[in-house]
C-alpha cells in the first residue's frame, strides 16, 4: 500500500509538470520522430503502398492516459501513441502524416475490416478468438488485469473473487470484460464503451469496481487520486499488439521486425521512458514477438 501511494504520488507530479510544462510551450522530443528516408519495400505491400501515399491511418484510444490520450491541442499522445510513430517512422512517414482515428475496444477489429485503419496500437489484448478475425504484430508490452475502487476500499475488494454480488464495470468489446463474464460470473457486470464511463459511475456509486488493465486503471486513478485507489493484485496477463488485416502476413512480419529493431537499438525503452515510464516505479523489458 505504501509503495502504491508512492507510485500515485510520483504519477500525480509528473502529470502536473507535464501539464505546466505544455502550458509554457516545453517538452521533450518525441520518441517517434525518426524516419527511414531509404525504406525500401516489395511492389503491391501495405508498406509500399503507405510509402507511396506518404501517410497512414492509425488506431488509438483517445482516453486512456499514459497510453493514449488526446492532449490540449487535440493530439493523441502516450505509450501506443510514440509505438505508432515508429512504425509509421520506419515506412518512411513523419509523424505530421499520421491520421489518428478514436479506435475504442468494441470497434477495433471492425475498423482493421473495413480499412478505416491501416493498423491498430491502442491497448489490444491479443488472443485467439480476435485472432480468428484480425492478424497481431506483437506483442510489445505485457499488462496484467486488476481492480479499481473508491479511495480507502469501503467494500474490501481484494481481488476477482470477492467481486461475486457486486456491481463491476468494464469496456464493451474488452479482454477484461469477456474475463469477468466468463471466469467471475457472480459479478454483476456493467459495461461502457470507454473506461472513462466506468471511472465516472465508480465516484457516483453506480458500480462498486472497475476492472481493465493495470496500467489503464493507474491512468484513470492519476486523474483523481483522492476518489480511486488500486487492488494492486493483476490476476492475468494481457500482451499488448498491433492488430492489422487478417491475412496480411507481409505487414505483420515487418511490423514485427521493427519492434525487433528498436528493442535492439533503445527505442522502445526511450518511448517507454517519455510516456508511463515517467511515473511507473518498475522498468519493463519488451516482451520477444511472436512470429506464429
Known amino acids: 500500500m505504501i509503495r502504491a501511494r508512492r507510485f500515485l504520488g510520483l504519477l500525480a507530479a509528473t502529470i502536473a509538470l507535464a501539464l505546466a510544462a505544455a502550458a509554457c510551450g516545453g517538452g521533450s522530443e518525441s ?16 508498406m509500399a503502398k503507405l510509402q507511396q501515399a506518404g501517410k497512414v491511418t492509425v488506431g488509438t484510444k483517445f482516453d486512456q492516459p499514459l497510453f493514449g490520450l488526446k492532449n ?55 488472443n485467439d478468438k480476435r485472432k480468428q478475425v484480425v492478424d497481431f504484430a506483437g506483442p510489445y508490452y505485457e ?15 481484494t481481488g476477482p473473487d470477492a467481486l461475486a454480488g457486486k456491481r ?45 488493465d493495470n496500467v489503464i486503471l493507474l491512468g484513470l486513478i492519476s486523474a483523481d487520486q483522492e476518489s480511486f485507489e488500486l487492488v494492486g493484485k493483476p490476476f492475468t496477463k494481457e500482451p499488448y499488439g498491433i492488430g492489422v488485416k487478417k491475412g496480411d502476413t507481409q505487414f505483420r512480419n515487418f511490423i514485427n521486425d521493427v519492434l525487433d529493431k528498436i528493442k535492439q537499438d533503445g527505442r522502445w525503452m526511450k518511448a517507454w521512458q517519455d510516456t508511463a515510464g515517467k511515473v511507473a516505479t518498475d522498468q519493463p523489458t519488451q516482451p520477444s514477438v511472436d512470429r506464429y
Not at 502524416?97 to 477495433?108: D, F, M, Q
Request: charged share 20%; proline share 5%; aromatic share 6%.
Open 143 to 157: 499488462a496484467g488485469q486488476d481492480i479499481m475502487v473508491k479511495k480507502g476500499n469501503p467494500l474490501g475488494i
Open 72 to 126: 490540449l491541442e487535440g493530439v493523441p499522445e502516450g505509450f501506443d501513441v510514440e509505438i505508432a510513430k515508429l512504425v509509421a517512422g520506419e515506412m518512411g512517414i513523419a509523424p505530421d502524416k499520421i491520421e489518428w482515428v478514436e479506435t475504442v475496444s468494441a470497434n477495433r477489429e471492425p475498423f482493421i475490416q473495413q480499412g478505416k485503419v491501416d493498423f491498430v496500437v491502442a491497448t489490444y489484448t491479443i
Open 31 to 46: 520518441s517517434g520522430g525518426s524516419v527511414n528516408q531509404g525504406a525500401n519495400f516489395p511492389d503491391g505491400s501495405t
Open 168 to 212: 463491476v464495470c468494464s469496456v464493451t468489446g474488452s479482454t477484461p470484460a469477456e474475463n469477468i463474464r466468463t471466469n467471475y460470473s457472480q459479478a454483476k457486470l456493467t459495461e461502457f464503451d470507454v473506461y472513462s464511463k466506468c471511472a465516472e459511475a465508480l465516484k457516483n456509486g453506480q458500480v462498486d469496481a472497475v476492472t481493465t
